[in-house]
């Protein structure tokens, strides 16, 4: 499996970007504040562009909203898609998922993402159980930046603990 490599761009240099990524990474919320972000990633798709539609928890604190973001998931049919989540609560994003699920969201043609959420060790093993066994998801994520990071390798700068904690975490896991 080759390693691939998408990042966020603004709108002006989009098409730039793309040149030099694998996939684009869309934040849905901004596709209800600007019309030519949606268009620029429908234009993408149209073009047969690898995209994930991710829900915005880590720029709105909280997930997009579930029926708005499945609206979007269906009308963009994006490769990917990362279902709503809760940061940092393993139960809740259980609950969600199993909503999710339960309602029939999505859309048949994308890959379902689930998150992995939680604060303590436990808590972030039980998500991923569920994910991995119960919730039918296509792909698993782990979060990069988990308080419990700074707690199992703390470091005075939180982003070497954020990036040494996740790789102490997936070999833990393994």
């Given at each position: 499996m080759a390693i691939k490599i998408a990042h966020e761009a603004p709108k002006s240099i989009f098409w730039e970007v793309e040149k030099?990524?694998?996939y684009s990474y869309a934040l849905v919320h901004l596709f209800e504040e600007d019309e030519e972000y949606l268009n620029q990633f429908k234009q993408a798709a149209l073009k047969g562009r690898e995209i994930i539609l991710d829900n915005s928890i880590f720029e709105l604190e909280e997930a997009f909203d579930a029926q708005k973001f499945d609206k979007w998931v269906k009308e963009?049919?994006?490769t990917w898609y990362i279902v709503p989540d809760a940061l940092e609560d393993s139960?809740?994003?259980i609950m969600q998922m199993e909503?999710?699920?339960d309602k029939g969201l999505g859309y048949e043609g994308s890959g379902?993402?689930?998150?992995v959420q939680g604060k303590t060790y436990d808590d972030i093993v039980d998500c991923y159980n569920y994910m991995n066994k119960e919730a039918d998801v296509d792909m698993i994520a782990v979060s990069f930046?988990?308080?419990?990071y700074t707690k199992s390798v703390p470091h005075p700068?939180?982003?070497v603990s954020w990036m040494l904690g996740?790789?102490?975490l997936l070999g833990d896991l393994l």
């Open positions: 030099y990524t694998d963009l049919r994006p139960e809740r994003t909503d999710w699920n379902k993402i689930g998150v930046d988990y308080s419990y700068n939180k982003y996740r790789v102490k």
